[in-house]
T-cell receptor, first 115, second 115 residues
Framework: DGGITQSPKYLFRKEGQNVTLSCEQNLNHDAMYWYRQDPGQGLRLIYYSQIVNDFQKGDIAEGYSVSREKKESFPLTVTSAQKNPTAFYLC??????????????FGPGTRLTVT | AQSVTQLDSQVPVFEEAPVELRCNYS??????LFWYVQYPNQGLQLLLK??????LVKGINGFEAEFNKSQTSFHLRKPSVHISDTAEYFCAVSDVGNQGGKLIFGQGTELSVKP
């Protein structure tokens, strides 16, 4: 089945440690996204990538880093510089047809808790 | 798109009653519009989308939405809700021609269906 996988589902880390969240898609989509979700704040864009080896900052990129070495993969690293990293993280991907975008498809999410 | 406002943070409703979840947006250009649903601790699933054409859009699970350009609204409706519709619903907007297909999300509406 085609889709997006995120691992792990739950992740616990000590303050001061970097942590990498995995996102893999087999939908052959060019674009991939990372969002952060906090209660009552909707989804906020962290980083996005339209093509391999290229990515752009979203609205809340500080304290995060990404890479896009393969079309299928878009890992997110939450660094120790992120002041409030505890949140639910969602990865998404999208393609387009003749310049009209498909909707974004979402993974199941990773809940990160930092203590 | 510059912003998306979901006018109700919580909507309680009895089973088999109709429901409307309201969404307004602001943008200086033409937009694409989406409604997503999120069940607890899961990713987002697309309910329906408006790209062009008929302003009345039908989606999954019996939901529909109407695009009103003059009022910059895209309200979601269902004539008779079920307990299983209890979830959080997000309205999202993307500018036509927006590079990267970025979405701007509303803050979400929690729909609670009571027996």
């Amino acid at each position: 089945d085609g889709g997006i996988t995120q691992s792990p589902k739950y992740l616990f880390r000590k303050e001061g440690q970097n942590v990498t969240l995995s996102c893999e898609q087999n939908l052959n989509h060019d674009a991939m996204y990372w969002y952060r979700q906090d209660p009552g704040q909707g989804l906020r864009l962290i980083y996005y990538s339209q093509i391999v080896n290229d990515f752009q900052k979203g609205d809340i990129a500080e304290g995060y880093s990404v890479s896009r070495e393969k079309k299928e993969s878009f890992p997110l690293t939450v660094t120790s510089a992120q002041k409030n990293p505890t949140a639910f993280y969602l990865c998404a991907s999208s393609g387009d047809r003749d310049g009209i975008p498909y909707e974004q498809y979402f993974g199941p999410g990773t809940r990160l808790t930092v203590t | 798109a510059q912003s998306v406002t979901q006018l109700d943070s919580q909507v309680p409703v009895f089973e088999e009653a109709p429901v409307e979840l309201r969404c307004n947006y602001s943008s200086s250009v033409s937009v694409y519009l989406f409604w997503y649903v999120q069940y607890p601790n899961q990713g987002l699933q697309l309910l329906l989308k408006y790209l062009s054409g008929s302003t009345l859009v039908k989606g999954i699970n019996g939901f529909e939405a109407e695009f009103n350009k003059s009022q910059t609204s895209f309200h979601l409706r269902k004539p008779s809700v079920h307990i299983s519709d209890t979830a959080e619903y997000f309205c999202a907007v993307s500018d036509v021609g927006n590079q990267g297909g970025k979405l701007i999300f509303g803050q979400g509406t929690e729909l609670s269906v009571k027996p």
